[in-house]
């Protein structure tokens, strides 16, 4: 029995819980001189002041009470037209939920989802904080491995299938990745949509990097392949396209008929999210586009800053990828991630997060957000490739 389930009484599952590896990174090398940290998947502008300034009139006018648990109609509104207008898919107000965040929208399908023991096949690497909500449900988490080859990142989907059991209730997928960047084919959504549905299991798939490609418009949503009565939950978030990080409001996508079962978890949880944030997520939506291709544009700068360097680095293996805003590479020699972390916030004073936190395959590898300045970017680079390069 942990320590902590005997002096505190704490459920077991969760004194359980590990702490992520790249927390144990920002925990050793935060509030260090100088650092720069490219840990984190997030950039370093902060929210535009039209949406700002949605949020705060809002508030000025009393918009301060308890929320509607989907969400504002209003907003929902502004999501068919976007949905429509990005996907070109078609929504009803009924499919829709406004969450606290991407993270809630997942915590809030893991909750609806799982029974104790109930599996869920995992493509990974992936964020570590998905392994953590299946297993909070007391569900067991399976696998199905995202691979790094000379032609990029790709799922071999057979894998995929053959994971899954008679105890499988969900396939997880996240795209375009965190920390891959690997972006999953059309085809191979159209595929997976079709064998979740011959399955009768549940597909999640997690969007919320949907916007930020360099190869195309928009990445196509598992929305473009699935009927609305699919057991199908798109996960998005407001985090990331609009820079709204901090704000913490996400949305869902589900079949109909469910919407009264997560507004009695929202219930419980938040109660929902706060009337001006929904309001300024109005406004994003409605005035965000500029804000979009000026972020895709720096995130591909920094892309191409970071990887002009790592190609040359002899003992790096890296893939440009075309999707999201890391770069997940690998250093030869490296085994154990999270301590040739913590050397390079010694030695570098540059903070990556390590391999390690997410999942099978992701040992071995670094990741660093390219979300930031090309300036920090060069100076962090310059910095990191003094160790690097001694490999
Ligand atoms: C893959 C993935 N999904 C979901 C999220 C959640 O985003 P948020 O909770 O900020 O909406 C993140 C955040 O980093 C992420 O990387």
């Not at 504002?72 to 509104?77: V, Y």
């Not at 790096?316 to 999201?324: D, E, H, L």
Request: proline share 4%; aromatic share 10%; charged share 25%.
């Amino acid at each position: 029995m942990s320590e902590k389930i005997e002096v505190f009484g704490l459920s077991q599952t969760v004194s359980e819980l590990a702490e992520t590896d790249i927390s144990k990174v920002a925990k050793y090398g935060w509030g260090r001189q100088g650092l720069i940290p490219l840990w984190f998947g997030e950039g370093d502008v902060p929210t535009p002041k039209y949406i700002c300034d949605a949020a705060s009139e809002s508030m000025q006018m009393g918009e301060t009470f308890y929320t509607h648990q989907n969400g504002l109609s209003d907003l929902r509104k502004e999501l068919i037209k976007y949905t429509k207008r990005s996907f070109g898919v078609t929504l009803e107000e009924d499919r829709l939920t406004v969450t606290n965040s991407g993270m809630m929208a997942i915590s809030l399908a893991m909750q609806m989802l799982i029974n104790p023991s109930d599996e869920v096949v995992v493509i990974g690497p992936v964020w570590p904080n998905i392994y953590s909500t299946v297993e909070l449900n007391k569900g067991i988490v399976t696998h199905a491995s995202i691979k790094m080859s000379h032609d990029g990142w790709s799922l071999d989907l057979n894998e995929v299938f053959s994971a899954v059991t008679d105890r499988t209730k969900a396939i997880f997928v996240n795209t375009p990745g965190n920390p891959t960047g690997w972006i999953m084919p059309g085809e191979d959504q159209k595929s997976l949509v079709e064998f979740a549905r011959e399955k009768n299991i549940w597909l999640i798939s997690d969007e919320v990097y949907h916007s930020l490609v360099f190869d195309r418009p928009v990445a196509t949503s598992m929305l473009n392949f699935a009927e609305s009565d699919d057991k199908v939950i798109v996960v998005n978030s407001f985090s990331k396209s609009w820079l709204m990080t901090g704000w913490r409001m996400g949305w869902m996508v589900h079949p109909k008929g469910i919407a009264e079962t997560l507004a009695k978890l929202v219930q419980i949880s938040t109660s929902g999210v706060p009337d001006f944030i929904q309001r300024a997520g109005i406004t994003a939506l409605r005035s965000g586009d500029k804000t979009i291709a000026e972020l895709r544009e720096r995130c591909q700068l920094g892309r191409d800053i970071v990887f002009d360097r790592l190609e040359q680095w002899p003992s790096v293996r890296a893939i440009r990828p075309n999707g999201a805003f890391y770069a997940f590479f690998m250093v030869d020699g490296v085994n154990d991630s999270l301590d040739f972390c913590k050397k390079l916030i010694d030695i570098c004073n540059v903070g990556l997060a390590p391999g390690s936190a997410f999942g099978p395959g992701g040992e071995g590898f670094l990741r660093l957000c390219y979300a930031s300045t090309p300036e920090k970017l060069n100076r962090a680079m310059d910095a990191l490739a003094l160790e690097i390069n001694k490999r």
